[in-house]
């Protein structure tokens, strides 16, 4: 059973930017393709971005295209999900999933 780790949400202003970061303590992350994705109080949990194992494939949805940016740092075994220019409508818990399985999320809070 994979336990995916997600870091770095936190308080930003809107403009501001994060780096989020997801890993998988004892398993090589590479054996995975990777997806983020958030939900909003109220609302459906949305697929964000993903990529593959790989990493020469990536996808983001529409909404966050050209300010989002998912990549593997292979070093390190993690999946880090860059997010720039971020606006209110990205606030929400991030999560990380892969296989079957989901993380506990991190809370990204987008507000002046």
């Known amino acids: 059973q994979l336990q995916l780790v997600e870091s770095g949400g936190g308080l930003v202003q809107p403009g501001g930017s994060l780096r989020l970061s997801c890993s998988v303590p004892?398993?090589?992350?590479?054996?995975?393709?990777i997806g983020w994705f958030r939900q909003a109080p109220g609302k459906e949990r949305e697929g964000v971005s993903c990529?593959?194992?790989?990493?020469?494939?990536?996808k983001h949805a529409d909404s966050v295209k050209g300010r989002f940016t998912i990549s593997r740092d292979e070093t390190k075994n993690t999946v880090h999900l860059q997010m720039i220019s971020l606006k209110p409508e990205d606030a929400g818990v991030y999560y990380c999933f892969a296989d079957q399985y989901w993380g506990k999320g991190t809370l990204v809070t987008v507000s002046s």
């Open positions: 990529i593959s194992k790989s990493g020469d494939n990536t």
């Open positions: 004892g398993f090589t992350l590479d054996y995975y393709a």
